[in-house]
């Protein structure tokens, strides 16, 4: 269950359909203090182009982005938005960016972080390499889920394996809608104060893939860099996806774009879907 004290209100826009938070890193830093702090149970969505476009095609992808306790703009486009809409303060808040800077401050505040997901050996090699750059980082534990679905036993043993280790963060390493789907079903039996899906930030911080230069990602390019270096797999979600979103955003404005927010859902009871290791996001 979710904590009975009411969280503060933190400024979002919607764009089309799903609530995007506007808020910076060391906000939202400060937000997961907070959770940790007062012993919370949420998840945060890590979100950029696709996942938006993804939850326009599955009604209970959206209601778990607007369910979920914060959601951030991991692309360019959702900020631009967000500065459309007047919030000139918005930034980017970028999974791979998130995990780093969420060790950094954990030298401090000595937080524990387990990694779920990845290929075969991926959460492993991960949290050894940021072992590595932060040291005495309190890694509590790692695990790769197998290629299809777990069984339910199987579920609760992990159930069980995440909570003995007592994290506070749990870093999900699915693709997009794997992750929000996990982070969804587990928010409410799993005692970690925040549950993040980061996408391919286990490949790049694991050293598998390589990141796009500082350049094109703040210029909104990066999408070009994976598709780039991925294009079997990822030219489906960027040639169709990009052009779709950028269609409904131009018609969004041409007729006034919403200025208000959709409110905060209670999250649904959520189906099951397939998890699986593998390639992430």
Known sequence: ??????????????????????????????????????????????????????????????QIHNGAGLVTADGMPLVWWSRLQGWRHAHRVYGPDLLLACCERSMTTGYRHFFYGGGDGVA???????SRRFPGLAVAG???????????????????????????????????????YWMAQHVGRLQAPALIGVGAAFDFHAGLKPQAPRWMQNSGLEWLFRLGTEPRRLWKRYLINNPAFLWLALREFSRGAPSGEPPRAATPPVPARPQEGGSVA
């Open 1 to 62: 269950m979710r904590s009975p004290e009411a969280a503060p209100v933190l400024p979002s826009v919607d764009v089309l359909g799903v609530r995007i938070n506007v808020l910076d890193m060391d906000q939202t830093l400060d937000v997961l203090d907070r959770w940790i702090i007062e012993g919370h149970r949420e998840y945060v969505c890590v979100t950029g182009v696709h996942g938006v476009m993804e939850s326009r095609r599955d009604e209970t992808l959206r």
């Open 142 to 180: 790692t695990y790769t889920p197998p290629f299809g679905p777990l069984t339910p036993q199987e579920d609760e043993d992990l159930v069980t394996l995440i909570n003995d280790a007592g994290p506070d963060v749990v870093w999900v390493g699915l693709s997009t809608p794997k992750q929000e």
């Open 124 to 130: 492993d090699l991960l949290a050894r390499r940021l």
